[in-house]
């Protein structure tokens, strides 16, 4: 039987959550990523598929988090198919450079936008050399974007996807030698709560997002290379 699995972080609600539920769909064991107990989600999804899911508390932000989920991974599996680094914040998007900058705030979004990925990659790196699909799927943005970038604010959000791309580079050029490859998708406008409530104003659900999410990564091997493939979720081109 050809076992597969995968972890999502940041998957209590959203993409993420709408990710691990399309994974559990397709079969994957998933460790699931939670960072707010509050958002019972997942809880509703472990009744659903309780020998497949595995709700890991993670926190990206902190190495000892990180260690300890990578802890709960390895007592159930030596080797992941798929990591997809979906936890991300928004920070400050009002605020222009003639304005007031919250540095403190930056950082925390670096910490987790940028830094939380690597954190969560460099941990499980090992297992995922030893899976059959070697893949890492990093959420960015359009937003990070440096040949699309339109806006005048947004600077630690668009400063913070702009640097997982390039970590997303790196990595892959150190992956591809053991038969790995890294993507980075956007998810495409979603009603999400990054701003604090849900932004009904947005073009699709996380549902949908994730379901042309999932279509691209079952896609994968067409994109592998020799450097990452960064895609909007109709699996455009989108220019570094």
Same mark, same amino acid.
């Given at each position: 039987?050809?076992?597969?699995?995968?972890?999502?972080?940041?998957?209590?609600?959203?993409? !993420?959550?709408?990710?691990?539920?399309?994974?559990?769909?397709? !079969?994957?064991?998933?460790?699931?990523?939670?960072?707010?107990?509050?958002?019972?989600?997942?809880?509703?999804?472990?009744?659903?598929?309780?020998?497949?899911?595995?709700?890991?508390?993670?926190?990206?932000?902190?190495?000892?988090?990180?260690?300890?989920?990578?802890?709960?991974?390895?007592?159930?599996?030596?080797?992941?198919?798929?990591?997809?680094?979906?936890?991300?914040?928004?920070?400050?998007?009002?605020?222009?450079?003639?304005?007031?900058?919250?540095?403190?705030?930056?950082?925390?979004?670096?910490?987790?936008?940028?830094?939380?990925?690597?954190?969560?990659?460099?941990?499980?790196?090992?297992?995922?050399?030893?899976?059959?699909?070697?893949?890492?799927? @990093?959420?960015?943005?359009?937003?990070?974007?440096?040949?699309?970038?339109?806006?005048?604010?947004?600077?630690?959000?668009?400063?913070?996807?702009?640097?997982?791309?390039?970590?997303?580079?790196?990595?892959? @050029?150190?992956?591809?030698?053991?038969?790995?490859?890294?993507?980075?998708?956007?998810?495409?406008?979603?009603?999400?709560?990054?701003?604090?409530?849900?932004?009904?104003?947005?073009?699709?659900?996380?549902?949908?997002?994730?379901?042309?999410?999932?279509?691209?990564?079952?896609?994968?091997?067409?994109?592998?290379?020799?450097?990452?493939?960064?895609?909007?979720?109709? !699996?455009?081109?989108?220019?570094?």
């Amino acid at each position: 039987m050809d076992v597969r699995t995968a972890c999502v972080t940041g998957a209590d609600r959203g993409v !993420g959550c709408s990710l691990t539920a399309e994974l559990l769909r397709l !079969g994957y064991t998933v460790f699931a990523g939670q960072y707010d107990k509050d958002w019972t989600l997942l809880g509703a999804l472990k009744e659903q598929y309780p020998a497949l899911l595995h709700i890991i508390e993670l926190d990206v932000s902190d190495d000892r988090s990180v260690a300890a989920a990578k802890g709960k991974i390895l007592s159930c599996t030596e080797s992941l198919d798929l990591l997809i680094n979906n936890a991300a914040v928004l920070g400050d998007i009002q605020s222009t450079i003639s304005d007031e900058l919250d540095f403190e705030q930056m950082k925390q979004v670096y910490d987790v936008n940028t830094l939380g990925p690597l954190r969560v990659s460099h941990a499980l790196l090992p297992l995922l050399k030893k899976g059959k699909e070697k893949l890492i799927v @990093n959420i960015s943005s359009e937003a990070g974007s440096i040949g699309d970038c339109w806006r005048s604010s947004w600077f630690a959000y668009c400063m913070s996807k702009t640097a997982l791309n390039m970590q997303s580079q790196i990595i892959h @050029n150190h992956f591809k030698e053991a038969g790995g490859q890294v993507m980075v998708l956007h998810p495409g406008w979603v009603q999400t709560y990054m701003q604090g409530k849900l932004d009904e104003q947005a073009a699709i659900t996380p549902e949908q997002s994730a379901a042309q999410l999932l279509k691209l990564i079952k896609q994968h091997e067409q994109f592998q290379g020799e450097s990452a493939v960064f895609l909007d979720e109709t !699996g455009k081109l989108l220019p570094w």
